[in-house]
């Protein structure tokens, strides 16, 4: 099991910056794919960005060239570089962990329902 805290976010506006954290924890949480997923009101939740095992990333359209996912500490920190933001951006970001049975395949995902483990969340709020 991977165990998930998300830190970061907050207010900014328009065309500003902000960065988001998830510590991840577990026995061999190195080996998931890891995604970042946001969820406005109203709205369903949906992939943003995931990077696997390897390094590798894939990126929604809506955040290509803006956001920048990457991993630190021996891949058990996940951050989201988010710059250029748009109001459009404000949501609750999810930091998650892909389902145990794509560990340690490099697996790529943006698929909310191949994600088994979920952090808390974190609110940013982009004002225009």
């Known amino acids: 099991q991977v165990q998930l805290v998300e830190s970061g976010g907050g207010s900014v506006q328009a065309g500003g910056s902000l960065r988001l954290s998830c510590e991840a924890s577990g026995p061999r949480a190195s080996r998931y794919s890891m995604g970042w997923f946001r969820q406005a009101p109203g709205k369903e939740r949906e992939g943003v960005a995931v990077?696997?095992?390897?390094?590798?990333?894939k990126y929604a359209d809506f955040v290509k060239g803006r956001f920048t996912i990457s991993q630190a500490n021996a891949k058990t920190t996940l951050i989201l570089q988010m710059n250029s933001l748009k109001p459009e951006d404000s949501a609750v970001y999810y930091c998650?962990?892909?389902?145990?049975?794509?560990?340690?395949?490099?697996?790529?995902?943006?698929?909310?329902?191949?994600?088994?483990?979920w952090g808390q969340g974190t609110q940013v709020t982009v004002s225009s």
């Open positions: 990077i696997d095992s390897g390094a590798n990333t």
């Open positions: 998650a962990a892909i389902a145990d049975r794509y560990a340690g395949i490099r697996y790529l995902s943006l698929t909310v329902s191949e994600f088994a483990y």
